[in-house]
């Protein structure tokens, strides 16, 4: 039951930078309710678990890793910025990147949080190579940087095809969701 908080500086009064911070905190507290941790424990997923490199065969998965390199970023450390011409999608390994749009009034809108086992950049293969928004690493951060160039015959059509399946379940939650909530 919800009901409204006072606005008299009291700790049940809870303000928040954005929305999506404010959902992040509403979520990690019903996963708290059910005894679920809100982050996973930290370790480098394997990549043949992401949802880009479903139904990849052994060898489409060990190309992958060989042209992938290796990165790290800092807390702090923006990735890059939207508009930049993109050569290359990351997977998150460990760690957590923050993804924000730039507004007109020089602020930001932070859009989502990504962690172990989720990827950032890979829009651009489908979008002329720009760079649809910014990350920035919110914590130390690897990654694997898969640079668009390998990505050739069979893998680059499953990967396209994983992450057109991956939007579109994302259209059809989206939509339900705003049923719901209208």
Same mark, same amino acid.
Request: proline share 4%.
């Given at each position: 039951?919800?009901?409204?908080?006072?606005?008299?500086?009291?700790?049940?009064?809870?303000?928040? #930078?954005?929305?999506?911070?404010?959902? #992040?905190?509403? #979520?990690?507290?019903?996963?708290?309710?059910?005894?679920?941790?809100?982050?996973?424990?930290?370790?480098?997923?394997? $990549?043949?678990?992401?949802?880009?490199? !479903?139904?990849?065969?052994?060898? #489409?998965? @060990?190309?992958?890793?060989?042209?992938?390199?290796?990165?790290?970023?800092?807390?702090?450390?923006?990735?890059?910025?939207?508009?930049?011409?993109?050569? @290359?999608?990351?997977?998150?390994?460990?760690?957590?990147?923050?993804?924000?749009?730039?507004?007109?009034?020089?602020?930001?809108?932070?859009?989502?949080?990504?962690?172990?086992?989720?990827?950032?950049?890979?829009?651009?293969?489908?979008?002329?190579?720009?760079?649809?928004?910014?990350? $920035?690493?919110?914590?130390?951060?690897?990654?694997?940087?898969?640079?668009? @160039?390998?990505?050739?015959?069979?893998?680059?059509?499953?990967? $396209?095809?994983?992450?057109?399946?991956?939007?579109?379940?994302?259209?059809?939650?989206?939509? !339900?969701?705003?049923?719901?909530?209208?």
């Amino acid at each position: 039951r919800l009901r409204r908080a006072p606005h008299d500086g009291s700790a049940a009064c809870q303000a928040f #930078e954005d929305v999506d911070r404010a959902v #992040e905190w509403c #979520e990690d507290r019903l996963l708290s309710l059910d005894g679920v941790p809100a982050r996973l424990p930290p370790g480098a997923p394997d $990549i043949a678990t992401h949802y880009l490199c !479903a139904g990849m065969t052994d060898d #489409e998965l @060990s190309m992958l890793r060989r042209e992938a390199r290796p990165v790290r970023f800092r807390a702090g450390q923006r990735v890059f910025r939207a508009d930049e011409h993109a050569e @290359s999608f990351f997977l998150v390994l460990d760690g957590e990147v923050e993804v924000v749009l730039p507004l007109d009034f020089n602020g930001t809108l932070r859009v989502t949080t990504l962690d172990a086992g989720m990827c950032f950049g890979e829009v651009s293969m489908l979008t002329e190579h720009r760079r649809s928004a910014e990350v $920035i690493a919110s914590k130390d951060t690897s990654c694997l940087e898969v640079p668009f @160039s390998c990505l050739q015959g069979s893998l680059q059509t499953k990967l $396209i095809a994983n992450l057109a399946a991956y939007l579109a379940r994302k259209v059809v939650d989206d939509t !339900a969701l705003l049923q719901r909530i209208a």
